[in-house]
């Protein structure tokens, strides 16, 4: 059973374009985490996905990002317009139920914004 | 508002030496607390979880403490080793429904030889 995959590990974008980070949960989970953290400071919150619906977007910038979790395939976090302040690492996590701290994170996308 | 508190923000021990990490939270109500171990550059992995009735559990050497009554949780770490080198972030669930959890900003272990 794999881990949460996320791809790709680095992505860097310039100012204006925009950024899709894949994100495959553990098999059989089917609640997605999606966390932003910042170089230095800790892990924050975006948004909750379950399988085609967004439960939770209450971290996320009404601007510019976007979720979703479709009944196939990989939840994705789209970011469009990227701005230099939206580099910085971003971690999907998924559970097999409604708890978050029974997520099990993946490795990552760092995100870098020239 | 629910906010988790860790300190020393950062810590350099000796290898071999023991050390301990502090966490305070006001979530309430509460539902469990989980330590997660995070090396750089790398997604956090999961060390001990512990709920409302749990004072103490151990995961090898690392063993969490939790005091519900007073909100506060510890991470002690027995005979360090360079690869215990990594960002220890705590983080507390509220209970009820969708658990919104809420992270510390972590401590930054550095173990040097």
């Known amino acids: 059973n794999a881990g949460v995959m996320q791809n790709p590990r680095h992505l860097v974008r310039r100012r204006g374009q925009e950024a899709r980070l894949r994100c495959s949960p553990m098999?059989?989970?089917?609640?997605v985490y999606w966390y932003r953290q910042l170089p230095e400071e800790g892990l924050k919150f975006m948004v909750y996905?379950?399988?085609?619906?967004?439960?939770?977007e209450s971290g996320m910038p009404k601007e510019r990002f976007s979720a979703e979790f479709p009944k196939e395939g990989p939840s994705i976090l789209r970011i469009q317009q990227v701005v230099r302040g939206d580099s910085a690492a971003y971690f999907c996590?998924?559970?097999?139920?409604?708890?978050?701290?029974?997520?099990?994170f993946g490795q990552g996308t760092r995100l870098t914004v020239v | 508002k629910n906010q988790v508190e860790q300190s020393p923000q950062s810590l350099i021990i000796l290898e071999g030496k023991n050390c301990t990490l502090q966490?305070?939270?006001?979530?309430?109500?509460?539902?469990?607390l989980r330590w997660y171990k995070q090396d750089t550059g790398r997604g956090p992995v999961s060390l001990t979880i512990?709920?409302?009735?749990?004072n103490t559990k151990s995961n090898g050497r690392y063993t969490a403490t939790l005091d519900a009554d007073t909100k506060q949780s510890s991470l002690h770490i027995t005979a360090s080793q360079l690869s215990d080198s990594a960002s220890y972030i705590c983080?507390?669930?509220?209970?009820?429904?969708?658990?919104?959890?809420?992270f510390g900003t972590g401590t930054k272990l550095q173990v040097i030889p």
């Open positions: 996590a998924s559970s097999p139920k409604e708890t978050g701290t029974e997520a099990f």
């Open positions: 098999k059989g989970h089917s609640h």
């Open positions: 996905l379950q399988k085609e619906n967004i439960i939770d």
């Open positions: 966490c305070n939270y006001t979530v309430s109500p509460f539902s469990n």
């Open positions: 512990m709920t409302f009735s749990e």
């Open positions: 983080v507390v669930s509220g209970f009820g429904g969708y658990q919104k959890v809420t």
